[in-house]
């Protein structure tokens, strides 16, 4: 299995970090796909095929980590890229919620 679950939606409470320079100060750090649940069921392929998906938006996948467990909210189409280059890790911006 690539990730450690598909989930549908965010368990957490809102962060307040809608946009994406919301994220600018944490910072990037290696994550193991299989240790993330998404937050997301379904991924859209001409986001996942496009060449410049990552050229408007943040270059690394948004994770939050919230009472133990890493939820992909962004980034979903970077790591299955990841996955399918037989990679496993991700680099994710990840904001722990406590």
Do not use: N
Request: proline content about 5%.
């Amino acid at each position: 299995m690539i990730f450690k679950a598909v989930g549908d939606g965010r368990p957490y409470p809102e962060h307040g970090r809608s946009q994406t320079r919301d994220w600018v100060d944490v910072p990037p750090r290696q994550v193991r796909l299989d240790e993330l649940v998404t937050t997301k069921r379904t991924l859209d392929l001409d986001t996942l095929l496009a060449e410049d998906s990552t050229f408007y938006g943040d270059l690394f996948a948004h994770v939050v980590e919230y009472e133990g467990t890493m939820y992909l909210e962004d980034g979903l189409h970077r790591a299955v890229r990841a996955a399918l280059q037989q990679r496993p890790v991700l680099h994710a911006r990840v904001l722990i919620l406590r």
